[in-house]
T-cell receptor
Framework: QKEVEQNSGPLSVPEGAIASLNCTYS??????FFWYRQYSGKSPELIMS????GDKEDGRFTAQLNKASQYVSLLIRDSQPSDSATYLC?????????FGAGTRLTVKP | GAVVSQHPSRVICKSGTSVKIECRSL??????MFWYRQFPKQSLMLMAT?????????EQGVEKDKFLINHASLTLSTLTVTSAHPEDSSFYIC?????????FGPGTRLTVT
């Protein structure tokens, strides 16, 4: 069983819609959770971190964490074509950061 | 967020030669840095964890004698690809942790001809 799982996609949404990206993790002891965005040919960029259950909002991005269900998600409101990228979920357990394989998001104009 | 730089951004070398890639944490000290490799349309693959002042820890299947890592200071780690071959052509990305968060350098695209 993979430690951090994401649907590889591609996930396609129309411009202006909400994009919902999901991630599950296997280690209940995981303490911190991150979302990275990676444009094609570029390195990953940290866009959100979340440490406690519930929602955390930053602009058009909302991260949601449910530790009981071992589930973390990223919502992108008012999706723009510039949001088209691969989104990586990362989970930190005892200083060991594990990355999911990423979900490719395409926002169509 | 914290800034990690990498140099060079792109390098082309001949088969059999060695290439050194530098990774620097610009505004924080990093006792631990990470080296990843990513082939086109594939996931990040962790190659090794670089620890300041001690030997790097390599992931299974990564040849430590081929990928030499030196973490001589709290702000600099280097990866040397020795006797490079065309199959080593890839996107090499370093990363460093600042407090709880991990930041990536811009990557180095290596092409071995």
């Amino acid at each position: 069983q993979k430690e951090v799982e994401q649907n590889s996609g591609p996930l396609s949404v129309p411009e202006g819609a909400i994009a919902s990206l999901n991630c599950t993790y296997s280690d209940r002891g995981s303490q911190s959770f991150f979302w990275y965005r990676q444009y094609s040919g570029k390195s990953p960029e940290l866009i959100m971190s979340i440490y406690s259950n519930g929602d955390k909002e930053d602009g058009r991005f909302t991260a949601q964490l449910n530790k009981a269900s071992q589930y973390v998600s990223l919502l992108i409101r008012d999706s723009q074509p510039s949001d088209s990228a691969t989104y990586l979920c990362a989970v930190n357990t005892d200083n060991d950061m594990r990355f999911g394989a990423g979900t490719r998001l395409t926002v169509k104009p | 967020g914290a800034v990690v730089s990498q140099h060079p951004s792109r390098v082309i070398c001949k088969s059999g030669t060695s290439v050194k890639i530098e990774c620097r944490s610009l505004d924080f000290q990093a006792t631990t840095m990470f080296w990843y490799r990513q082939f086109p349309k594939q996931s990040l693959m962790l190659m090794a964890t670089s620890n300041e002042g001690s030997k790097a820890t390599y992931e299974q299947g990564v040849e430590k004698d081929k990928f030499l890592i030196n973490h001589a200071s709290l702000t600099l780690s280097t990866l040397t690809v020795t006797s490079a071959h065309p199959e080593d052509s890839s996107f090499y990305i370093c990363s460093a942790r600042d407090m709880n968060e991990q930041y990536f350098g811009p990557g180095t695209r290596l092409t071995v001809t």
